[in-house]
């Protein structure tokens, strides 16, 4: 895929971790970026997929009152891509290299922000916060994937293609719904992302002026979801979460079709005192669908769980 946007911003000497702009270091003999903006309390994003590029994340409204750094995920510019590309992206290689990101940031403690399937990533890296925002593209994924994510998925597909029947844009959604198990370049991918994304948010035709631009911008990479082996790298959660021993935020849209009511309220019901949050006008992208509730949430969140000693979370 394209790596130009990776190059878009100047990088900052690795002196300064949390300057605003785009950092870059050698890890694994792989490039990990990742990208400084706002100031306060530490909030490390990480971005879906896998393979969406990081930037449909950016959250300006968080920005005013965090410091959010996005993650750059390996495997999306040309430069960070395993020899095994495009096998090998495991969960516990993505956790493994945002656990020694949030090291160098050179503070104790962080909030880790994951939407979809970096919600995964953020669940297996030790923080003493995860928010974990579902919906809306939002955040924790279910605490599985395989065959019962995937028939849920099927029926949640299946409901909005009959609430949206007869509209001119729904046969090319569930063509790109079709093209998903053929998927093997860059291209098909992003084209699929693209294609489906209507169906990720509650009301995109009604709100199509808007979200049309942010449509547009999503790049994807192919990412095969296989180790090097080419086994699937499968997830299944719902032990490890009951002993999650972290606060947490559950974020959820009522109208996400991929990691929907029926996950947000059972990762509610698994972690320990979390807290569940439900954007009754939101799917899977609750932080461009509803920005304003979506970050008082997570910035309530994050300062209710920050030491006032030293802004560290």
Known sequence: MNSSIAH?????????????????????????????????????AHSGG???FWEYMRMPALEEHLTMVYVEPIGTARDSRLPSHPHGYTRERYSSFLEILVNRLGVSKVHLLGHSHGAFVAASTPCIALTSWRDSCCTRAPP????????EAVRMVEAFAAKHAGHPGLPEVMAAFGAMGGMSTDEQTEAVARGVLPSYFADYW?????LAPFREAVRATYI??????LTPDAV???????ELAV??????????????MRWGLELHELIPDSRLLVLENSGHMGHVEEPEAFADAVRGFVLGTTNPRNGAV
């Open 8 to 44: 878009s911003h100047a990088s900052v000497p690795d002196t300064a971790p949390l300057s605003p702009g785009t950092h870059t270091y050698r890890l694994a003999g792989l490039v990990q970026r990742y990208h400084v903006h706002g100031s306060g309390p530490v909030c490390v």
């Open 50 to 52: 896998p393979g969406i």
């Open 144 to 151: 599985v994937t395989g065959p019962e994510h995937g028939a």
């Open 206 to 210: 009604g709100d199509e002026e808007r």
């Open 224 to 229: 095969s979801g296989l180790d090097e082996d």
């Open 236 to 242: 299944d959660d719902r032990t490890a979460l009951k």
């Open 247 to 260: 606060p947490a935020l559950v974020v959820v849209g009522r109208h996400d079709v991929i990691c929907g």
